[in-house]
């Protein structure tokens, strides 16, 4: 069982740059980050497969957010630029236990980090 630690959310004005961080305790797979708003459902956001080849974002945050990882320091970031208030919410990391193709199983998820945009 791997414990996910997401870091680097915090509070920016509308336009500024957030990069966040999600260490895993050991080998992940695939990976996603998803975002939470406030009276809101969880939605994704992005992710990325296990050799970091395929990537997938969604249509609310192509062009400004991007996904990476490290594989040797078993880390996963989404740098997110261009922020807007409606992006404010809780982040997600989520990572599969198992190598696979998509639709990704999910078996880990981080505890979340706040983003706050300020307009």
């Known amino acids: 069982q791997e414990q996910l630690v997401e870091s680097g959310g915090g509070l920016v004005q509308s336009g500024g740059s957030l990069r966040l961080s999600c260490a895993a305790s050991?080998?992940?797979?695939?990976a996603g980050w998803f975002r939470q708003a406030p009276g809101k459902e969880r939605e994704f956001v992005a992710d990325?497969?296990?050799?970091?080849?395929?990537?997938a974002y969604a249509e609310s945050v192509k062009g400004r957010f991007t996904i990476s990882r490290d594989n040797a320091k078993n880390t996963v970031y989404l740098q997110m630029n261009t922020l807007k208030p409606e992006d404010t919410a809780v982040y997600y990391c989520?990572?599969?236990?198992?190598?696979?193709?998509?639709?990704?199983?999910?078996?880990?998820w981080g505890q979340g980090t706040q983003v706050t945009v300020s307009s």
């Open positions: 050991g080998r992940i797979y695939a």
């Open positions: 990325i497969s296990y050799r970091g080849i395929c990537t």
């Open positions: 989520a990572a599969s236990a198992f190598i696979g193709a998509r639709p990704y199983k999910y078996d880990y």
